[in-house]
Nanobody, 118 residues
Framework: QLRLVESGGGLVQAGGSLTLSCRFP???????????MGWYRQAPGKDRELVAV???????NYADSVKGRFTISKDNNRRSVSLQMNNLRPEDTAVYYC?????????WGQGTQVTVSS
């Protein structure tokens, strides 16, 4: 039973926009409201890095490199978290992973490719 269902990603030109979404179909509301959840990314040859995450289900944290361009949001009713990515740059090219962490148990999505052409 999938714990995270990702959608979105693809190929876009520099300056364009994409939206990533992730649902947590097996997560009950009380857990969703308090879990850490969001997005990491991994570019070829690089370590996985934080992009945008809700800490404790409430406080958004962004990597400096995406501040002002990316926005993380959540829908409690749908148990989902989304990442709106604007003004994309070639250096944003990576596999983006949805994640959640609750009481030290971390789950990862399968990853979705985002490619930004110059």
């Amino acid at each position: 039973q999938l714990r995270l269902v990702e959608s979105g990603g693809g190929l876009v030109q520099a300056g364009g926009s994409l939206t990533l979404s992730c649902r947590f179909p097996t997560t009950i509301l009380s857990t969703f409201l308090s879990q850490d959840m969001g997005w990491y990314r991994q570019a070829p040859g690089k370590d996985r890095e934080l992009v945008a995450v809700f800490t404790g289900g409430r406080t958004p944290n962004y990597a400096d490199s995406v501040k002002g361009r990316f926005t993380i949001s959540k829908d409690n009713n749908r148990r989902s978290v989304s990442l709106q990515m604007n003004n994309l740059r070639p250096e944003d090219t990576a596999v983006y992973y949805c994640m959640k962490d609750y009481q030290g148990q971390t789950n990862w999505g399968q990853g979705t490719q985002v490619t930004v052409s110059s």
